[in-house]
């Protein structure tokens, strides 16, 4: 009995320890983001401001082009996601409920798109944005997020989709639904866990990429988030206060959906990791 207790505080304290340290750097941001400047740079450091002031937000949204940059990774984050989920169900199904010639052959092509590093397709995507003339575009950057998540929405779909009966599909097709109908009204409801995950994943993805948008985005008014973020850091001077409030209010969009969805994001991603 007392091994078990021992086993249980012991188990306890050291989740406490892990979650305080995986909070305690958000709550270094949002509290250093609070602090005039002469408080930033104080010798000794000062965990809750004593003077908190909301100027560097306001020196954000309007004395910088962040909400431009917000504005741009919204748009691209939601596109490809809703593009990748769109795709990326219509693959699934037809990978889940029938079976043709070359089936595994193609599912497996599919999954090994997620072996190659990103950098590896930063010179072909150019080159072929470039003749697209889709360089500098919101397009352009959707095609290039969408060889990532696209593939990785297929197989997770695949597995939810998996895991819904035929019987549902056959019941609806014998009550005169085509195939189509079916998937929409019978299956993507039993499966809207999956989908939200997927929608999830496609777009913090989109949201925190870096490596694409630095290379296919070449107009001040075209950068995402990302790139925002790093003109805040001078050659010789840095604006720690200024880079915190950025670093909080590009967080918020993220936070707020895990909170509010994170019951679906767990129940899909266990469904997706587990079937086949």
């Known amino acids: 009995m007392i091994t078990t207790i021992t086993a249980r505080t012991a188990g306890l304290v050291a989740c406490v320890l892990l979650a305080a340290f995986c909070v305690l750097p958000f709550f270094w941001i949002l509290s250093t983001s609070l602090k005039p400047d002469d408080a930033i740079f104080s010798i000794t450091p000062q965990w809750i401001p004593t003077h908190p002031t909301l100027g560097h ?53 599919v999954l090994s798109l997620q072996i190659f590093p990103y950098v590896v397709l930063v010179i072909p995507l150019y080159v072929l944005l470039y003749r697209l003339h889709l360089i500098d575009s919101y397009w352009g950057l959707i095609i290039a997020y969408a060889t990532f998540s696209l593939p ?37 409801p039993a499966a809207m866990p999956g ?31 990302p790139l925002g973020l790093a003109l805040f850091f001078g050659e010789f001077t840095t604006q720690w206060g200024l880079i915190m409030a950025a670093a909080v209010t ?3 969009p993220v936070v707020l959906i895990f909170l509010f969805l994170q019951r679906y994001l767990v129940a899909g991603w266990t469904a997706g990791a587990t079937k086949g």
Not at 166 to 186: H, K, M, P, W, Y
Request: charged content about 10%.
């Open 152 to 188: 990785f929405a297929v197989y997770m779909l695949k597995g939810y989709l998996d895991s819904v009966p035929r019987e549902l599909d056959e019941a609806a097709q014998i009550d005169g639904c085509s195939t189509f109908v079916a998937l929409v009204r019978v299956v993507l």
């Open 195 to 225: 989908v939200i995950a997927t929608f999830l994943f496609g777009f913090v993805t989109a949201w925190n990429e870096y490596l694409f948008a630095l290379t296919f985005i070449t107009s001040t008014d075209m950068r995402t988030l």
């Open 57 to 109: 937000f306001q020196q954000l949204l309007n004395g910088t082009p962040f909400a431009r940059y917000f504005l741009n990774s919204m748009i691209v984050s939601t596109v490809t996601a809703f593009w990748s989920v769109l795709v990326g169900i219509c693959s699934a199904y037809a990978f889940s409920r029938y079976r043709f010639v070359g089936h595994g052959f193609w599912f497996r092509i």
């Open 250 to 252: 590009t967080s918020l």
